[in-house]
């Protein structure tokens, strides 16, 4: 249940540069919940070590925990598509450190950099697809009766 999207293999180095301009150097204690479902969706991050948990609100049960994030990862895609709030919850699992970006800022980037924007859609873009297949193999295999078994 690891992700393997990672900034350097999803933007060109140009544009990595440019929005690593924007990070901010920051950590979590284990249990410390980065977000909850539901909630605006005003920043991002891209782990630097130690693990996160995606999670999924499940009515009458725990959360379900959908994927762990680690290097490289970027947590949080709900901050590039209206309405911007968040579609899962994440907690750290164990002490992390990150680069946390402002979503306002990162967005206005976008706006005045086509090319950059295109970048930046693309790649999260394509982190919220494997996102949204992680939800549903990981569904599957709690709740399906019997389970996703890994194939389509």
Do not use: N
């Not at 979590?28 to 995606?54: H, M, S, Y």
């Amino acid at each position: 249940m690891t992700s393997v999207t990672t900034t350097s293999t999803a933007l060109e180095p140009v544009y990595r540069e440019r929005l690593m301009r924007l990070a901010r150097d920051v950590s979590f204690p284990p249990g410390t919940r980065l977000f909850k479902e539901g909630q605006r969706a005003d920043r991002f991050w891209i782990v630097r070590g130690g693990t996160v948990a995606l999670d999924l609100h499940v009515p009458g049960r725990r959360p379900a925990v959908i994927e762990a994030l680690g290097h490289g990862a970027l947590l949080g895609w709900s901050w590039h598509f209206p309405p911007y709030l968040w579609h899962m919850g994440a907690a750290a699992t164990t002490p992390v450190r990150a680069w946390e970006f402002d979503a306002e800022s990162v967005r206005a980037m976008c706006a005045e950099d086509p090319a950059f924007g295109r970048a930046v859609a693309v790649w999260v873009g394509g982190v919220a697809a494997q996102r949204l297949h992680a939800t549903r193999v990981r569904l599957l295999d709690l709740y399906a009766p019997y389970g996703s078994g890994g194939q389509w």
